[in-house]
């Protein structure tokens, strides 16, 4: 099956000034654009159909590679059908927008500013998994944390020397009370939160 090339030229020039449109501030070139976009589908979809051939009738006379196949015809008349409701339905936001504001132009609120300029790395999604939060929790030993067991906490030895935590220091046994789920050193008051 050979392919006309005029047709995929159109068809690219229509898909690339479709995109060009697209990405536009006025509704009516965004409209413009999903129109060309349309366009170009249809005519990918026929060059898909290859060259024109006998009618789809049935005949014993006509050798089966002769049929046209009807099945491109038929997508490009949902297509049609479809590109005309986006079109009617854009033109009504378009309508009501310039209603509203007189203007065609969309403007960017303060929402989308602040989107723009939020980085792209969320320290709480992006950051590197801790290890107590695996199904298998790891037990620190030692004040320095250099040692690592997979025994229960209450086997673990408790560290003679005080640990530093968060800026101060605290006892090696409620180092190890706080390694445990559901820490020991936290009273919970009658909100849920802790003293």
């Known amino acids: 099956m050979s392919v006309n090339l005029t047709l995929l030229t159109v068809m690219g020039a229509l898909y690339a000034c479709g995109i060009y449109l697209i990405l536009e501030r006025s509704l009516t070139r965004v409209l413009l654009g999903l129109m060309l976009l349309a366009n170009a589908t249809n005519l990918l979809i026929l060059a898909t159909g290859g060259y024109a051939g006998l009618a789809p ?24 059908v479809i590109s005309f409701a986006v079109t009617a339905f854009m033109l009504g936001i378009i309508y009501r927008t310039w209603v509203l504001a007189r203007q065609d132009e969309i403007q960017d609120d303060l929402e989308d500013r602040r989107v723009a300029a939020t980085p792209s790395f969320d320290a709480e999604d992006d950051a590197v998994i801790p290890v107590e939060t695996s199904e298998f929790p790891l037990t620190m030993l030692g004040a320095d944390g250099a040692g690592v067991s997979d025994s229960p906490i209450s086997d673990a030895p408790v560290p003679e020397a005080p640990v530093p935590a968060g800026g101060r220091t605290i006892s090696g046994e409620a180092a190890v009370r706080e390694e445990k789920p559901g820490s020991a050193n936290v009273e919970i008051s009658p909100e849920g939160g802790g003293k």
């Open 57 to 80: 009738f049935f005949s014993k006379d006509t050798d089966p590679a002769a049929y046209n196949d009807p099945l491109p015809q038929a997508l490009i008349l949902t297509s049609i």
